[in-house]
């Protein structure tokens, strides 16, 4: 079993930054990528950025250059620059967990980012 647990959101005001966090606890030596989605009001569950154990990463293009992810020991972070109204959602961590020939997806509860404008 893995934890998640995020933290870091907030309200900003367009044109700012924010720093989301998600510590992973318990079994976490079988995690094999990390990633970032949200999901905004009335709208499906989006991927923001994922990093896999080797340092590949990927980022949905409306974020590229003004979204960092990184993943230090048990930590990801997601580094939000430039911030737009349209950020606005919930943002929710996700570590995928290898565990024999199957994975597993563990989510944390979610941190609320609003962008004004």
């Known amino acids: 079993q893995v934890q998640v647990v995020e933290s870091g959101g907030g309200l900003v005001q367009a044109g700012g930054s924010l720093r989301l966090s998600c510590a992973a606890s318990g079994d976490t030596i079988c995690i094999t990528a990390m990633a970032w989605y949200r999901q905004a009001p009335g709208k499906e569950r989006e991927l923001v950025a994922s990093?896999?154990?080797?340092?590949s990463k990927y980022y949905v293009d409306d974020v590229k250059g003004r979204f960092t992810i990184s993943w230090d020991k048990n930590m990801v972070y997601l580094q939000m620059n430039s911030l737009k109204p349209e950020d606005t959602a919930v943002y929710y961590c996700?570590?995928?967990?290898?565990?024999?020939?199957?994975?597993?997806?563990?989510w944390g509860q979610g941190t609320r980012v609003t962008v004004s404008s």
């Open positions: 996700n570590a995928n967990c290898l565990q024999g020939k199957s994975d597993y997806d563990y």
């Open positions: 990093i896999v154990d080797g340092g």
